[in-house]
Nanobody, 121 residues
Framework: QVQLVESGGGLVQAGGSLRLSCAAS????????KGWYRQAPGKQRELVAV???????VYANSVKGRFTISRDNAKKTVYLQMNSLKPEDTAVYYC???????????????WGQGTQVTVSS
């Protein structure tokens, strides 16, 4: 059983900062973090920041220059540093990863349960 557990969300005033974490637990042989997504009320889930297969990072235009994604493979954790937060950043944030249970297994895709970020004006 594999779980991706997000943490670090909360209520913050506009202009403030939060750091989200997503840690993998369970039977993990290898993990490839895909990135962070978010879903605001009444809207579709959207990309926030992702790692490409070529090793680069893609950010949504709305967060460029304010958010930074990073990962620590040894800790099986991915982070999202969010600075200069705006009310429009309010959403549930989800991490996404491909996980292999063992050397012979195919990768399976997992989502975390989400963490709420609320930015007040």
């Amino acid at each position: 059983q594999v779980q991706l557990v997000e943490s670090g969300g909360g209520l913050v005033q506009a202009g403030g900062s939060l750091r989200l974490s997503c840690a993998a637990s369970g039977n993990v042989y290898s993990i490839n973090f895909k990135g962070w997504y978010r879903q605001a009320p009444g809207k579709q889930r959207e990309l926030v920041a992702v790692f490409t297969s070529g090793g680069s990072i893609v950010y949504a235009n709305s967060v460029k220059g304010r958010f930074t994604i990073s990962r620590d493979n040894a800790k099986k954790t991915v982070y999202l540093q969010m600075n200069s937060l705006k009310p429009e950043d309010t959403a549930v944030y989800y991490c996404n990863a491909d996980v292999r249970y063992n050397y012979y297994a195919n990768s399976q895709n997992f989502w975390g349960q989400g963490t709420q970020v609320t930015v007040s004006s």
